[in-house]
């Protein structure tokens, strides 16, 4: 049930775009993003709900494909500060036996 | 506002032993989950505690097991520690019952355990 996330890592230049997804074998009904920095706490990004939604902040944005049972997190223009390593977190039941369930994370690296 | 506080941030035990770590959730969060973490497994659940109960749980042996007091602030305690519990264990908070609320989590810094 863990989510598989694509890809492992991922090397990038300031300034360039990177994709990020996470696919489930189950229907999802939300799915949450959060970065964390090496030594650091993860920080939450989003949280995205069944229905197709794309959410976004700053150059940070992700969509949640619930026929593909997937979600995406794009982030453009990266930045140093984009550095980490990317945990999606994906719920399937919504009910009381909600369980956030990760996947094993994507390292990325943003070089100057 | 003060963030998830974790003590200790190091531990180092030997196999066979047992071990406590703590966690202060943030003010007014009641909600506590309890997360470990590996280079090879990434993030996986252990339990969340909500107003003193244990509200769920992932699949770990009974070794693993939790609390929370009055004042949310919770405990995981591992017996018989093996090789394999080697791990960082996070702990996160929220201010409601995550499977009610489907809430963000506020994670603090860990605490790094090697079992020798």
């Known amino acids: 049930q863990q989510p598989v996330q694509s890809p492992q890592a991922v090397i990038l230049r300031e300034g360039e775009d990177a994709v990020i997804n996470c696919s489930s074998s189950?229907?999802?009904?939300?799915v949450h993003w959060y970065r964390q920095k090496h030594g650091e706490a993860p920080v939450f990004l989003m949280i995205l709900l069944k229905g197709g939604e794309q959410k976004g902040h700053d150059k940070i944005s992700a969509s949640f494909n619930e026929k593909k049972q997937q979600s995406s997190l794009y982030l453009t223009a990266s930045q140093l500060s984009y550095s980490g390593t990317y945990f999606c977190g994906t719920e399937n039941s919504g009910g009381s036996n909600y369980k956030l369930t990760f996947g094993k994370g994507t390292l990325l690296t943003v070089n100057p | 506002k003060a963030g998830v506080t974790q003590t200790p941030r190091y531990l180092i035990k030997t196999r066979g032993q047992q071990v406590t770590l703590s966690c202060s959730p943030i003010s007014g969060h009641r909600s506590v989950s309890w997360y470990q973490q590996t280079p090879g497994q990434g993030l996986q659940f252990l339990f969340e505690y909500f107003s003193e109960t244990q509200r769920n749980k992932g699949n770990f042996p009974g070794r693993f097991s939790g609390r929370q007091f009055s004042n949310s602030r919770s405990e995981m305690n591992v017996s018989t520690l093996e090789l394999g519990d080697s791990a960082l264990y996070l702990c996160a908070s929220s201010p409601g019952l995550i499977s009610a609320t489907n809430e963000k989590l506020f994670f603090g810094s860990g605490t790094q355990l090697s079992v020798l």
């Open positions: 189950k229907a999802l009904y939300s």
